[in-house]
């Protein structure tokens, strides 16, 4: 059964930089026909996509957050990584790792991982 | 840029309907998928392509999409399908985005 587990600091300071890890586990993050996406909730909201990477490195970013955002991935640690930039308390959420179907188009994400809270205060 | 519009709630007698929309623009010619969240959890993917069930989903998930609203329903609803619900698209110009999301109360 595939599983994904986000890792990284559960703090960081304003300005500075927000980095998290996602580990597949179960499966290949290889695999063709699947992206693997990140997703962040604000608490007490709704759900936000960052972006998404296929194993070959292919990306896509949300337009209101890509000036800040790389997403890459490493295929000998079965492992795909976020980088969000310049980071303001406005960037406090959970944020969930996903894999996601993308056959003619980037569908929907299925499973999840179970998320972790970054909080951005100094 | 695209948007997409739910019902901030739904309330709901056990064993009765809930019906949960998500509105948009011509959303009938896209593919909607739709996302379980209850409090504390992950999303959960209970309907995908309109009208698809992952394996696991119970059979009172269904879908629907046509013109400007997409519809998930919840037949014969339980104490645990309270939770939130979410929308979820691929627009090639305004690229994934997901709906406001729907709080389902069971009464």
């Known amino acids: 059964q595939l599983q994904l587990q986000e890792s990284g600091p559960g703090l960081v300071k304003p300005s500075e930089t927000l980095s998290l890890t996602c580990t597949v586990s179960?499966?290949?993050?290889?695999?063709?026909?699947?992206?693997w996406g990140w997703i962040r909730q604000p608490p007490g909201k709704g759900l936000e996509w960052i972006g998404s990477?296929?194993?070959?490195?292919?990306?896509y970013y949300n337009p209101s957050l890509k000036s800040r955002v790389t997403i890459s991935v490493d295929t000998s640690k079965n492992q795909f990584s976020l980088k969000l930039s310049s980071v303001t308390a406005a960037d406090t959420a959970v944020y969930y790792c996903a894999r996601q179907e993308a056959v003619a188009a980037l569908n929907w994400f299925d499973p999840w991982g179970q998320g972790t809270l970054v909080t951005v205060s100094s | 840029s695209y948007v997409l519009t739910q019902p901030p709630s739904v309330s709901v007698a056990p064993g009765q309907t809930a019906r949960i929309t998500c509105g948009g623009n011509?959303?009938?010619?896209?593919?909607v998928h739709w996302y379980q969240q209850k409090p504390g959890q992950a999303p959960v993917l209970v309907v995908y392509d309109d009208s698809d069930r992952p394996s696991g989903i119970p059979e009172r998930f269904s879908g629907s999409n046509s013109g400007n609203t997409a519809t998930l329903t919840i037949s014969r609803v339980e104490a645990g399908d309270e939770a939130d619900y979410y929308c979820q698209v691929w627009d090639s110009s305004s690229d994934l985005l997901f709906g406001t999301g729907t709080k389902v109360t069971v009464l």
């Open positions: 179960g499966g290949s993050i290889s695999s063709s026909s699947y992206y």
């Open positions: 011509n959303i009938g010619s896209k593919s």
């Open positions: 990477i296929y194993y070959s490195g292919s990306t």
